[in-house]
Nanobody
Framework: QVQLVESGGGLVQAGGSLRLSCAAS????????MAWFSQAPGKEREFVAA????????YYADSVKGRFTISTDNAKNTVYLQMNSLQPEDTAVYYC??????????????WGQGTQVTVSS
Protein backbone atom coordinates (compact mmCIF):
# COMPACT_ATOMS: atom_id res chain seq x y z
CA GLN A 1 0.00 0.00 0.00
CA VAL A 2 1.24 3.49 -0.88
CA GLN A 3 -0.16 6.78 0.36
CA LEU A 4 0.63 9.97 -1.53
CA VAL A 5 0.38 13.55 -0.29
CA GLU A 6 0.97 16.47 -2.65
CA SER A 7 2.04 19.97 -1.70
CA GLY A 8 3.46 23.09 -3.29
CA GLY A 9 0.53 24.32 -5.31
CA GLY A 10 -0.63 27.91 -5.25
CA LEU A 11 -1.26 31.05 -7.22
CA VAL A 12 1.44 32.36 -9.52
CA GLN A 13 1.63 34.88 -12.34
CA ALA A 14 2.24 33.81 -15.90
CA GLY A 15 5.92 33.19 -16.48
CA GLY A 16 6.48 32.19 -12.87
CA SER A 17 7.53 28.88 -11.31
CA LEU A 18 6.31 26.41 -8.77
CA ARG A 19 7.69 23.16 -7.42
CA LEU A 20 5.23 20.47 -6.47
CA SER A 21 6.18 17.74 -4.03
CA CYS A 22 4.62 14.36 -3.47
CA ALA A 23 5.52 12.56 -0.26
CA ALA A 24 4.94 8.83 -0.34
CA SER A 25 4.61 6.33 2.45
CA UNK A 26 5.25 2.66 1.88
CA UNK A 27 8.19 0.38 2.25
CA UNK A 28 8.64 -0.22 -1.46
CA UNK A 29 8.39 3.34 -2.74
CA UNK A 30 11.62 2.97 -4.65
CA UNK A 31 10.06 0.25 -6.80
CA UNK A 32 7.16 2.34 -8.11
CA UNK A 33 7.04 4.37 -11.28
CA MET A 34 5.73 7.81 -10.41
CA ALA A 35 3.81 10.38 -12.38
CA TRP A 36 1.98 13.68 -12.29
CA PHE A 37 -1.41 14.22 -13.90
CA SER A 38 -3.48 17.37 -14.15
CA GLN A 39 -7.19 18.04 -14.33
CA ALA A 40 -8.53 21.41 -15.38
CA PRO A 41 -12.12 22.41 -14.65
CA GLY A 42 -14.53 20.61 -16.97
CA LYS A 43 -11.79 18.47 -18.48
CA GLU A 44 -10.57 14.94 -18.05
CA ARG A 45 -7.48 14.13 -16.06
CA GLU A 46 -4.44 14.06 -18.32
CA PHE A 47 -0.87 12.90 -18.20
CA VAL A 48 1.83 15.48 -17.42
CA ALA A 49 5.06 13.63 -16.62
CA ALA A 50 6.36 10.27 -15.42
CA UNK A 51 9.57 8.86 -14.06
CA UNK A 52 10.78 5.31 -13.60
CA UNK A 53 11.45 4.05 -10.10
CA UNK A 54 15.21 4.32 -10.70
CA UNK A 55 15.01 7.81 -12.19
CA UNK A 56 15.32 6.82 -15.83
CA UNK A 57 13.53 7.13 -18.17
CA UNK A 58 11.31 10.17 -17.87
CA TYR A 59 8.37 11.10 -20.06
CA TYR A 60 6.54 14.38 -20.60
CA ALA A 61 3.40 15.58 -22.29
CA ASP A 62 4.22 17.68 -25.34
CA SER A 63 2.60 20.71 -23.72
CA VAL A 64 5.13 20.77 -20.85
CA LYS A 65 8.35 19.60 -22.52
CA GLY A 66 11.15 22.04 -21.84
CA ARG A 67 9.19 23.75 -19.05
CA PHE A 68 8.51 21.02 -16.46
CA THR A 69 10.95 18.60 -14.88
CA ILE A 70 10.06 15.50 -12.88
CA SER A 71 12.54 14.09 -10.40
CA THR A 72 12.59 11.72 -7.48
CA ASP A 73 14.48 11.44 -4.22
CA ASN A 74 14.11 7.88 -3.05
CA ALA A 75 15.91 8.63 0.22
CA LYS A 76 13.10 11.06 1.04
CA ASN A 77 10.31 9.01 -0.61
CA THR A 78 9.43 12.12 -2.57
CA VAL A 79 8.79 12.94 -6.19
CA TYR A 80 8.91 16.52 -7.48
CA LEU A 81 7.55 18.46 -10.40
CA GLN A 82 9.45 21.64 -11.14
CA MET A 83 7.21 23.86 -13.25
CA ASN A 84 8.76 26.85 -15.02
CA SER A 85 7.36 29.38 -17.47
CA LEU A 86 3.87 28.68 -16.23
CA GLN A 87 0.97 29.76 -18.38
CA PRO A 88 -2.73 30.25 -17.60
CA GLU A 89 -3.52 27.03 -19.46
CA ASP A 90 -1.47 25.15 -16.86
CA THR A 91 -4.14 25.98 -14.28
CA ALA A 92 -5.42 22.70 -12.89
CA VAL A 93 -5.43 20.37 -9.94
CA TYR A 94 -2.23 18.34 -10.08
CA TYR A 95 -2.24 14.74 -8.86
CA CYS A 96 0.64 12.50 -7.96
CA UNK A 97 0.35 8.81 -8.87
CA UNK A 98 2.30 5.61 -8.25
CA UNK A 99 2.34 2.45 -10.34
CA UNK A 100 3.57 -0.95 -9.26
CA UNK A 101 3.63 -2.21 -12.81
CA UNK A 102 5.73 -1.34 -15.84
CA UNK A 103 3.57 1.54 -16.99
CA UNK A 104 4.09 5.25 -17.47
CA UNK A 105 1.11 6.92 -19.14
CA UNK A 106 -1.85 5.10 -17.55
CA UNK A 107 -2.76 2.29 -15.21
CA UNK A 108 -1.61 3.89 -11.97
CA UNK A 109 -2.55 2.12 -8.75
CA UNK A 110 -2.35 4.90 -6.17
CA TRP A 111 -3.33 8.56 -6.27
CA GLY A 112 -2.90 11.57 -4.08
CA GLN A 113 -5.66 14.04 -3.28
CA GLY A 114 -4.27 16.74 -5.54
CA THR A 115 -2.91 20.25 -5.19
CA GLN A 116 -4.34 23.31 -6.95
CA VAL A 117 -2.16 25.31 -9.31
CA THR A 118 -3.57 28.60 -10.55
CA VAL A 119 -1.71 30.75 -13.07
CA SER A 120 -2.93 34.29 -13.57
CA SER A 121 -2.40 36.23 -16.77
Amino acid sequence: QVQLVESGGGLVQAGGSLRLSCAASGRTFNRYNMAWFSQAPGKEREFVAAIAWNGDPTYYADSVKGRFTISTDNAKNTVYLQMNSLQPEDTAVYYCAAASGDTYFKGYDYWGQGTQVTVSS
